[in-house]
């Protein structure tokens, strides 16, 4: 029987990256104070939610004809959702390997579509999100703060997480269900 439950697909930085985001996140004050802040197991880029009940057999086994070569990234720039003015969500966008990301996001939704999957209809933007405010904030302050500044070494994507997620009292628990790596190419032209 297959296992069902609320999930989504991520690529996560490894150890070194974030310990460099815990840096950043320690020097924040103010404005993020009253915020629910992910913590360091929480942290990953996004490539698509998949929702609350979720065939994970089917979609790890969809997951494993992923067909796109590794490739670097690294972590910089802040900003908020849906604006920095009135930020429900601060996030850490990506300084290199944007187009690696949007890649794989364009290849996860095409590989789980036919699972009845659909992608979000707003551009994918990826992010790793810091913290969460119930109401509106203004982060312009705080994003200021944080800069255009690269946070933490590159490193290479070369894996993507089926997570399940569990929702608890003391906030989201994502436990990795399977684990598909990313082709190795010396053929830079296609990263």
Not at 23 to 48: N, Y
Not at 168 to 187: H, K, N, Q
Request: proline share 6%; aromatic share 6%; hydrophobic share 45%.
């Amino acid at each position: 029987m297959s296992e069902v439950g609320r999930a989504f697909v991520a690529v996560v930085p490894p150890p070194d990256v974030l310990d460099a985001v815990e840096d950043v996140t320690a020097t924040l004050t103010g404005s993020i104070d009253g915020a629910r802040r992910s913590r360091r197991e929480q942290r990953h880029l996004t490539l698509q939610f998949l929702g609350n009940r979720v065939d994970l057999d089917a979609v790890a086994g969809a997951l494993g004809s992923i067909a796109i070569a590794c490739g670097e990234a690294r972590l910089g720039g802040a900003g908020a959702f849906p604006s920095e003015r009135r930020g429900r969500v601060l996030w850490l966008g990506l300084r290199d390997g944007v187009a690696l990301l949007v890649q794989l996001a364009g290849a996860v939704n095409a590989l789980l579509r036919p699972l009845g999957f659909e992608p979000e209809a707003r551009p994918y933007h990826p992010h790793l999100t810091l913290a969460r405010f119930k109401t509106p904030a203004d982060l312009r302050e705080v994003v200021g703060a944080i800069g255009e500044d690269a946070v933490g070494p590159t490193w290479t994507v070369d894996e993507v997480v089926l997570f399940r997620s569990n929702l608890r009292s003391t906030g989201a628990e994502y436990t990795p269900f399977a684990r598909v790596p990313l082709a190795r190419s010396s053929d830079r032209s296609r990263r």
